[in-house]
């Protein structure tokens, strides 16, 4: 069995390639970003002729939340052409697309677990064209699953985890806010499901509704200043550690308040095991 990955630089990309050895029945074929780009159509389709893979995870995505305030196109580009650049593809040649979205399609209004019929609402530019690269797709090819997922670290690319430790290697105080709400997302758990997905026998003999949209992150949740102090707590670091509120770190993206993920679909389908995010975090 044939998996091509896109965007194998980035985070999520080195987590599966961090995993892959442990899967000698899947032939991964991982690509980066100088060998497939997804914005180019012709560029995909020659690279899935050459390979003929089953299942494509698209790990590739522009993931610089406050920096897409100020470049919607690009990051519509390759959030919403990108994926439908696949989706067209996959079509052509019956392949399984996996696709990974986020919990910041959702505005935070809420105050219990985001479902995936709950009406998403983005409070961002980052947040408005992940969604509609998940329309993008469910308008192109009905073989998809599409995995929303939160606060994504990992000891690879960068990440909130990486920056807190830089951080605290530079200064003695850190301020981080304490009113947004989520449950982070350890990179190589999220790498597991989606192996566990194409594994699985719902997969290979899919029910109409097998397909569609499904949570994921870790269970539990938090607010990013009880991250950070898990973060020095688990790498026995020191530091003057102070919960702000967000009126008091203002960034150029609205994020949602509250954006934790439900995930009884993932869990009832797939026979998914969620660890809780500090787990994980302690394992790293
Ligand atoms: N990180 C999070 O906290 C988080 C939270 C929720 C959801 N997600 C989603 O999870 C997925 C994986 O995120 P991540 O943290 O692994 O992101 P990441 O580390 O930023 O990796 C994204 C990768 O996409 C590549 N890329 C960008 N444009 C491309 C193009 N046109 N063609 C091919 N590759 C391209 C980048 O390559 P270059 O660096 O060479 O441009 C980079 O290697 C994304 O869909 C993201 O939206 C992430």
Request: proline residues 6%; hydrophobic residues 35%.
């Amino acid at each position: 069995m044939v998996v091509l990955v896109t965007g194998s630089g980035g985070q999520l990309g080195q987590a599966l390639q961090f995993i892959a050895p442990n899967y000698p029945d899947i032939h991964f074929v991982f690509c980066d970003s100088t060998i497939l780009d997804i914005t180019n159509l012709n560029n995909i389709k020659q690279l899935f002729q050459q390979f003929k893979p089953s299942f494509c995870i698209n790990a590739a995505a522009y993931t610089a939340v406050d920096k897409a305030e100020s470049e919607p196109e690009r990051a519509h580009l390759i959030n919403v052409v990108g994926p439908k650049n696949l989706a067209e593809v996959c079509k052509e040649f019956d392949i399984i697309l996996l696709h990974i979205s986020t919990d910041f399609v959702f505005d935070g209004t809420k105050d219990s677990p985001y479902t995936e019929d709950d009406f998403p609402n983005p409070t961002c530019v980052y947040g408005q064209t992940k969604l509609d690269g998940e329309k993008a797709i469910q308008e192109t090819w009905q073989k998809h699953f599409i995995i929303r997922t939160s606060w994504v670290y990992s000891q690879f690319g960068n990440n909130f985890m990486k920056t807190m430790l830089r951080l605290a290697s530079e200064r003695d105080k850190l301020s981080v806010v304490n009113d947004q709400i989520g449950t982070p997302t350890y990179a190589v758990d999220l790498a597991e499901v989606l192996i566990r997905i194409i594994q699985s026998p719902f997969t290979h003999h899919p029910s109409p509704n097998t397909f569609g949209i499904y949570n994921f992150s870790n269970e539990g949740q938090s607010s990013w200043y009880d991250f950070a102090k898990k973060i020095f707590e688990y790498n026995n670091i020191k530091i003057n550690l102070e919960p702000i509120p967000s009126i008091s770190f203002p960034t150029q993206a609205k994020r949602p308040t509250y954006s934790v993920l439900d995930k009884r679909n993932i869990k009832k389908v797939f026979g998914v095991e969620v660890k809780y995010w500090e787990e994980s975090l302690k394992k790293i």
